[in-house]
Structure formats: structure tokens, C-alpha cells
């Protein structure tokens, strides 16, 4: 019995090594030198069309057709799909310069279903590059540009950085979330570019060629139906690659229920990605003998920070207290290792990129920050979400 539990045990400290050491590698190549951007083709800019899904988003959708607007190619199209919207959001939008769809569909709910309207109604006038904003994002001048050109020129998605600010009166909890977003969704990408390796779509800044968007089943109501995109768009080999040049940039919302909202929708939905595609991703990158999809795999695998954490102090303290019984110290070192290496690798990546976001007595936080998660996980096994809800602005 007792040898049975020593296995298990180091078995369980040697699978925590996989998300914990990749992570380490992409986090350690963000700190490498920035290499030369890649030249972009002289070629006029191919023809794009900008999506913006929007439901009840009157307060902000002038600002994110203007920041579009204002830097759309001569032969580019902006479609916002007023999505089961109660309020003024196609009449902003239309004034503001965006050709407007209504869709009306109570039944079926989630962004997935407003990008495959979209998609239908472009299908009548194909442009050569789509590109899916959400509609509380606003995009950095040249980004439509920039990820077109990068989108054409490979013939594979591509993915703009993606910010989050911090919403006004910031608490700690609030600046250590937007610390973990800028990990996953611009230390982490940057250290997989540097490396010549894809990364995961992101929501927003997404800009895909038009011909295979026309090929895939985005009429879902899924909770993480970007990743769900990239993974599905992975095992047909059109991996994703990142654009830092390129941005969009939202902000995380003020009020209590909107942030778990948020949250819970991004890390439900991130596990479930994980059960559904990890084993196929790694049997086809098996069968295709390809580097860059098992990298694609192993970086779907990286659990939620928050949630890493959680079990990383999980096994720590399992294999301490059977240390204390028994004496076994091989598990205690592994797991020891791993929490070490978690530890500096989010300290490099605070001291090179978040300085400005989280100061060191607030990232003293966020072990309480991690502790409060564990109700949310805990509800992804005994009664997960699956209905798609709107975050509350």
C-alpha cells in the first residue's frame, strides 16, 4: 500500500512538471532580446473585414468604431451584429460609420452565434482577411493594417496583443488579475514568437483568412469559443501566430459581479478546452511529427494561473506531510522544484513587464488572491457553467 502511494505521488509531482516547466520556457524567452520584425509585403493591403459582436453595448461601441474607422483600408468593411440587443447599440453604431446586422435568436446564446452571422452576411462579398473585434475593445493605430498583411502574407491566423486596463480604483485583487491577462496574453505569446512557436486566439484582435473562416462551425454558444477556434484551426495546421505590433485594449470591469462573471466564463471555459482537444492536439501532433502543434498542446495545458498555483501548493503540502510520515523525499523535491521554478518565473516576468501594473507590496497578494478562486474551481467539477452570459459592464 504504502509503495503504491509513493507512486502516485511522484507520478502526480512528475505530471505538475509538464504545464510548469513550458510555462517557465515561454516566460524565459519573453525576456530574450526583441528580434527584427519580420518585413511585411509593399503589396496594397488586402481586402478586410472587421466583425464586432455587440449585445447591450450602447455605452461603449462609439468608441470601438471609431478607433476602426478611423484606420480602415479604402477597400475594407466594418459589420457590427447587434446581438439580442435591447438598447441602442445598432442605432450608436450605425451613426457612427459601421454597417449594422441584427440578429434575433433567444435560444441560442453566445458570441459564437454573432461571428458566424457575421461571417454568412460577408460570405455574399468575400473580403480576403477576417478580423473579430469584440465590442468593448478599441484598436491601436495601424493594427487592422498590421494583422491583415501578417494574415495574408502567411496564410495562417493571427493574433493581436491584447490589454486589459485596470477599471478606476483599481483594488489589489483587480491589478493581479490584469497581471495574470498580461502573462497569458502578452509575456507568454511574445516568449512563444521569440521561439518560432504558435500561440492561442484571445477573443479580440483575431484575424483569420477569410477562405478557411468560411470552413469552420462558429455558430456555438461555447464559453471559450476563441480557443476552441485556435484548437480547431491547430488540427487542421493552420497554428496561430502572434502580432505584438498589433493591439486592442479593453478593460476589466468595475463591479463585483461582473469580474466573476468574467473570470468564471474564462476559466470554465478554458478548462473544459483543455478536456475536449489536449489529447487530440497531442495525438496529431504525434501522427504529423510536428514540433509546433505539441507546443500549441502544451501550452493549451497550462491550467489558469490561480489554479496552478492552487495545485502546485496542493502537492507541496501532500508530499511534506508524507515526507513527515514515511520519509520518501523524491515527491517533496519535484514538487518543491516545480512551486520554485512557478515562483521565479512570474517574479521575471512581473520585474520585466508588470512593474508599472502591480506593485511589489500588491503582489504580496496573491497568494489570498488564489485562495478566493477556489470556490469558482470548484464549481467547474460539482456544477459548471455552460450557459454563455454577458459580463456585466
Known sequence: MIEAINFVLLLLAVAMAVPVLFLAVQLGAALLPASTPAQLSSAPCPRVAVVVPAHNEEAIIARTVDSIVAQLPPNGRLLVVADNCTDGTAQIASRAGAE??????????GK?????????????DPPQVAIFVDADCEV??????????HCATTGRPAQAQYSMLPPPSASSADKIS??????????????SARLGLPCQLMGSGMALPFEI????NLATGHLA??????????LIGKLPHFCPQARVVSQLPQGESGKRQQRTRWEHGHLAIIGEFFLPLIRHAISRRSLRLLAFALDLCVPPLSLLVLLLALTEAVTLFWFAAIGLVCPLIVSSAELGCLAVSIGAAWWRFGQGAVSLRELAAVPAYCLLKIPSFVRFFVNRQ????????
Open 225 to 234: 469559443e476563441d480557443q476552441k477556434l485556435g484548437a480547431e484551426l491547430a
Open 213 to 216: 473562416v468560411c470552413q469552420l
Open 178 to 191: 490584469q497581471l495574470a491577462w498580461m502573462i497569458k496574453t502578452l509575456v507568454r505569446p511574445l516568449g
Open 140 to 149: 491601436g493605430q495601424g493594427s487592422l493594417e498590421i494583422l491583415a498583411r
Open 100 to 109: 449594422v446586422t441584427l440578429r434575433r435568436d433567444a435560444n441560442r446564446v
Open 386 to 393: 455552460i450557459d454563455w452570459i454577458r459580463t456585466e459592464r
Open 112 to 124: 459564437g452565434y454573432a461571428l458566424d452571422q457575421g461571417v454568412r452576411i460577408l460570405s455574399a
